[in-house]
T-cell receptor
Framework: SQTIHQWPATLVQPVGSPLSLECTVE??????LYWYRQAAGRGLQLLFY??????ISSEVPQNLSASRPQDRQFILSSKKLLLSDSGFYLC?????????????FGPGTRLTVL | AQSVAQPEDQVNVAEGNPLTVKCTYS??????LFWYVQYPNRGLQFLLK??????LVKGSYGFEAEFNKSQTSFHLKKPSALVSDSALYFC??????????????????FGSGTRLQVQP
């Protein structure tokens, strides 16, 4: 069966510090991978998606970047965090089957920037 | 373009009563529709999906959803609510036309979420 991991589960960082959040998927090959941000426990904002190694697309211009160094590893980074980067970050994966593309989510990382 | 709307920020229902969480969508082709649930400080969990076939789809935890093409809706329902159903619910859509034409993005569009509160 497939599983998706995110770490850390929670993180408190000062403004201006760097960020690295990691997501890994097990039990599947060549998944589509996604990073979402959820602010104030509401809607999801798609930040990045990836269809393969080193293939990253950004949905929203911002202070963050993403990388996919391995097939099942997706990393969200920042060189200098802003207060507005606080939120709940969710990683998701999918495998396209007939275009349906059902997504499965990780447990999330709660980021607080002080 | 594909979009989805959840018109209610919050739904309150008494335990044992039926519940409905509303969702409407807009797509160019045929819709693929999904419901997810999120408990506090957790990731989203898949509940059910509609791809094709019967308009009434049954999912996890006793939930079901009814696809209505004429009303472009996919409301989530449960005959008898439990206190443990209290959570944030998200509707999501993917346009089948986009799915066949756009192999790059491959992402669902999510609604803004509806908070379900079930009172004992």
């Amino acid at each position: 069966s497939q599983t998706i991991h995110q770490w850390p589960a929670t993180l408190v960082q000062p403004v201006g510090s760097p960020l690295s959040l990691e997501c890994t998927v097990e039990g599947t090959s060549n998944p589509n991978l996604y990073w979402y941000r959820q602010a104030a426990g509401r809607g999801l904002q798609l930040l990045f998606y990836s269809i393969g190694i080193d293939q990253i697309s950004s949905e929203v211009p911002q202070n963050l970047s993403a990388s996919r160094p391995q097939d099942r590893q997706f990393i969200l980074s920042s060189k200098k965090l802003l207060l507005s980067d606080s939120g709940f970050y969710l990683c998701a994966w999918s495998v396209t089957s007939g275009g349906i593309n059902e997504q499965f989510f990780g447990p999330g990382t709660r980021l607080t920037v002080l | 373009a594909q979009s989805v709307a959840q018109p209610e920020d919050q739904v309150n229902v008494a335990e044992g009563n039926p519940l409905t969480v509303k969702c409407t969508y807009s797509v160019s082709g045929n819709p693929y529709l999904f419901w997810y649930v999120q408990y506090p400080n957790r990731g989203l969990q898949f509940l059910l999906k509609y791809i094709t076939g019967d308009n009434l789809v049954k999912g996890s935890y006793g939930f079901e959803a009814e696809f209505n093409k004429s009303q472009t809706s996919f409301h989530l329902k449960k005959p008898s609510a439990l206190v443990s159903d209290s959570a944030l619910y998200f509707c999501a859509v993917r346009d089948s036309l986009r799915a066949s034409m756009d192999t790059g993005r491959r992402a669902l569009t999510f609604g803004s979420g509806t908070r379900l509160q079930v009172q004992p």
